[in-house]
T-cell receptor
Framework: DSGVTQTPKHLITATGQRVTLRCSPR?????VYWYQQSLDQGLQFLIQ???????AKGNILERFSAQQFPDLHSELNLSSLELGDSALYFC??????????????FGSGTQLSVL | QQQVKQSPQSLIVQKGGISIINCAYE??????FPWYQQFPGKGPALLIA?????SEKKEGRFTISFNKSAKQFSLHIMDSQPGDSATYFC?????????????FGTGTQLKVEL
């Protein structure tokens, strides 16, 4: 168990809808990262928050947004969903703000299916 | 743009054999290269990592070999066991300058048969 909690584990929704994925980092970790894993694209970095502030941005669509709350949990909001958004979404956390120098701890992911 | 290319996509090895997974990168600014292991239904977990100031790093049965001039690095799993069956991802990032983004390879599904 990595200590990173993601909910829900599975999410099935329809095109055009909006969903929220939730992540609780390991105790003491200040950074939260969101990754999207699909069969054709592999693991793609979406966004990072550090202590409530956006720290780095990757290939995140404008329809997607995220935030980190004062208690350090994070939410990833996906709107106007399309079939191609179906993927496994991972949250990871680390103690500091540098993924490259820190060990990332990944949650078990949220499997999103857009029908 | 795929900055880290990983091969093979899948690999079947007999128990006790050596599993070899290769990665190549394009960005010469990368200076930290971790490998992650992912079991079904779980998130990736850090396995071993290397910096380019060394050519090899070994931890138990897992070894990373690094060739800076060729911009390639590989994971060797010695005495492969059925419990090693998982998906392995190489990754790369830049430490200098405050890098925050890990660029992952596309993954290799390893199956170790009895």
């Amino acid at each position: 168990d990595s200590g990173v909690t993601q909910t829900p584990k599975h999410l099935i929704t329809a095109t055009g809808q909006r969903v929220t994925l939730r992540c609780s980092p390991r105790s003491g970790d200040l950074s939260v990262y969101w990754y999207q894993q699909s069969l054709d694209q592999g693991l793609q970095f979406l966004i990072q928050y550090y202590n409530g502030e956006e720290r780095a941005k990757g290939n995140i669509l404008e329809r997607f947004s995220a935030q980190q709350f004062p208690d350090l949990h994070s939410e990833l909001n996906l709107s106007s969903l399309e079939l191609g958004d179906s993927a496994l979404y991972f949250c990871a956390s680390s103690e500091g703000d540098r993924a490259s120098a820190e060990k990332l701890f990944f949650g078990s992911g949220t499997q999103l299916s857009v029908l | 743009q795929q900055q880290v290319k990983q091969s093979p996509q899948s690999l079947i090895v007999q128990k006790g054999g050596i599993s070899i997974i290769n990665c190549a990168y394009e960005n010469t600014a990368f200076d930290y290269f971790p490998w992650y292991q992912q079991f079904p239904g779980k998130g990736p977990a850090l396995l071993i990592a290397i910096r380019p100031d060394v050519s090899e790093k070994k931890e138990g049965r897992f070894t990373i070999s690094f060739n800076k001039s060729a911009k390639q690095f590989s994971l060797h799993i010695m005495d492969s066991q059925p419990g090693d069956s998982a998906t392995y991802f190489c990754a790369a990032t830049r430490v200098t300058g405050g890098g925050n983004k890990l660029t992952f390879g596309t993954g290799t599904q390893l199956k170790v048969e009895l």
